[in-house]
């Protein structure tokens, strides 16, 4: 507890080191969304997430890229929600299921409502099924419960068991037809922010989920079956304590890159101006199209067409499509820091 504490504190101080925060949150926001998505069997990567945000077709399913641009904007929604003082409540959890489901897989399945019908894990029914959570007319008094958990102030609960205990409670309800894992991952993030164990949103699990996944499968088994909630909480704590440690690792990496390719791009005297102005774009969309960026920086596109060409000189950019019309420029150097770990789960 003690040395997951001192690593999540190094991550929280980030925000007093980092000079855009919103950035590093914006890149973690869209790597969580991979993952997490990835966890519940979608293939998309980080780069068809990119791809679908600049109106190209993805290299897989738009099924899968729409899940995790659905994930994108819950996880915003609730983030906001949070900022304007809304307490994280059962109100709010359904808010961010309607806009995780909203569109594409799983829109069909009741969005915003808790279950009217009985659910199972594995299996073809709950006869056969690895885990069968609470029959549909317990599912409001088993969510009142864990709400009344959330908000109570416990000296003896640290912030950090809290969210571990909270995340493996509402995965056992399963109080939704479709989308609980997600939601139940972001509301480790969501409750750290809550109770002011994070004073940002910059703590994300699925990287560590989901290089342990069976280790997480069976502890949450265990806990259901046995009660051995010890052996969760153990590696819940190490989980937070490495993915803090990671995080920590790749912002400074991060910032190291940005300086140095901020650098180069000043040598160049006044012609950097604009350039600036293109990189720090890039930054908050690592593939990039030259009309989009023109349209958000309010300047001409040879303006931006002129820059690109300067930071494509520098290596700072990379044309990714081989097209002469409708290109695309990849920051290869950023997105290879937040590609780390995050290829898709191949399905045996």
Avoid at 26 to 33: C, F, G, I, Q, R
Avoid at 158 to 166: I, M, N, T, W
Avoid at 283 to 296: G, H, K, M, V
């Amino acid at each position: 507890m003690e040395r997951t504490n001192q690593s999540l504190g190094r991550l929280d101080g980030l925000g007093s080191l980092l000079p855009d925060l919103e950035l590093f949150i914006y890149a973690y926001v869209l790597k969580e969304a991979v993952l997490s998505s990835q966890i519940e069997g979608t293939q998309s990567s980080l780069s068809d997430l990119l791809l679908f945000e600049n109106d190209e077709a993805p290299g897989v399913p738009i099924t899968d890229v729409q899940e995790v641009s659905n994930y994108v904007a819950a996880l915003k929604h609730g983030l906001a929600r949070l900022r304007q003082g809304f307490p994280l409540s059962l109100r709010l959890i359904r808010e961010i299921h309607s806009v995780l489901l909203a569109e594409g897989r799983g829109s069909d399945k009741d969005p915003v409502e808790f279950r009217r019908s009985q659910n199972w894990i594995g299996g073809t029914r709950p006869g056969t099924a690895i885990f069968v959570p609470p029959p549909p007319d317990l599912v409001m008094e088993c969510m009142g419960a864990l709400e009344l958990f959330m908000h109570e102030e416990r000296r003896d609960v640290p912030p950090l068991v809290k969210a571990g205990l909270v995340h493996v409670q509402f995965e056992s309800i399963h109080p939704f037809l479709d989308g609980n894992g997600r939601i139940g991952r972001l509301l480790i993030t969501f409750l750290l922010c809550a109770t002011g164990a994070l004073r940002e949103p910059i703590l994300y699990l699925s990287l560590f989920f989901k290089a342990h996944r069976q280790a997480y499968y069976d502890l949450l088994m265990r806990v259901r079956e046995t009660g051995d909630w010890e052996s969760w909480i153990e590696f819940f704590l190490q989980g937070v304590k490495e993915t803090s440690e990671q995080a920590v690792n790749a912002a400074q990496r991060i910032l190291a890159l940005l300086n140095s390719d901020r650098k180069k791009i000043e040598t160049l005297g006044r012609s950097s101006a604009s350039m600036l102005r293109v990189f720090h774009y890039a930054q908050t969309r690592p593939i990039l199209n030259i009309q989009n960026c023109a349209e958000a920086l309010a300047v001409s596109f040879p303006t931006v067409s002129t820059a690109v060409d300067g930071l494509e000189r520098l290596g700072v950019l990379r044309e990714v499509t081989g097209r002469q019309r409708k290109r695309l420029f990849g920051y290869d150097a950023y997105l290879g820091i937040l590609n780390e770990g995050i290829e898709p789960l191949r399905q045996p």
